[in-house]
């Protein structure tokens, strides 16, 4: 199916190992973000690209990085985990500057935990 | 900044108690006003956009209206299936993304 497709979809981590969260989507959109979603909570923008090789911090992201190599792949790495990047973690995808009649397209999410 | 509040937090309904949830924002320029729906243990999902005061766009039970500081979800006569968290977002003209509200956790109980 088309859309926006997050592995793995769980994942408990030990304080100071590290991840990499994968984002694949197949809808040909130049632009990719990241969100963290805490229980209760909005969503806070974690890093964002708007297209291969080109990316830029959003609202939270220390203790993040990412790359974007290809239009397609967006993922983001955990340095050194933290009980506090326990959060579910939305990747999501558009194809221009908020795709006007549709938003973002979200993936199903990874909900990490940090033990 | 861009700011986005919702209210109320929570709200639960009887079946077939028509309500209302808020959105108010503040933007310097609005390019779109986003609602979605957030299922438990799933991601976000499009509902309408309203791009200008006096908008409105219907689907099934739920209605979204728009003002110049605030938008509103209407629902008539909800079903338990209603039941979901409804996010509403924003999105500035010289934005790159979008603003997301806390979002309101709807119950409707049979």
């Known amino acids: 199916n088309a859309g926006v497709t997050q592995t793995p979809k769980f994942r408990i981590l030990k304080i100071g190992q590290s991840m990499t969260l994968q984002c694949a989507q197949d809808?040909?959109?130049?632009?990719m973000y990241w969100y963290r979603q805490d229980p209760g909570m909005g969503l806070k923008l974690i890093y964002y690209s708007v297209g291969a090789g080109i990316t830029d911090k959003g609202e939270v992201p220390n203790g993040y990085n990412v790359s974007r190599s290809t239009t397609e792949d967006f993922p983001l790495r955990l340095e050194l985990a933290a009980p506090s990047q326990t959060s579910v973690y939305f990747c999501?995808?558009?194809?221009?500057?908020?795709?006007?009649?549709?938003?973002?397209?979200f993936g199903s999410g990874t909900r990490l935990t940090v033990v | 900044e861009d700011q986005v509040t919702q209210s109320p937090e929570a709200l639960r309904l009887q079946e077939g108690e028509s309500s209302s949830l808020n959105c108010s924002y503040t933007?310097?320029?609005?390019?779109?006003l986003f609602w979605y729906r957030q299922d438990p243990g799933k991601g976000p999902e499009f509902l309408f956009t309203l791009y200008s005061a006096g908008e409105e766009k219907e689907k099934e039970r739920l209605k979204a209206t728009l003002t110049k500081k605030e938008s509103f979800l209407h629902i008539t006569a909800p079903k338990p299936e209603d039941s979901a968290t409804y996010l509403c977002a924003v999105y500035e003209t010289s934005g790159s993304r979008l603003t997301f509200g806390e979002g309101t956790q709807l119950t409707v109980n049979p």
């Open positions: 999501a995808s558009s194809g221009d500057r908020g795709q006007a009649n549709y938003g973002y397209t």
């Open positions: 809808m040909n959109h130049n632009y």
């Open positions: 933007v310097s320029g609005l390019r779109g």
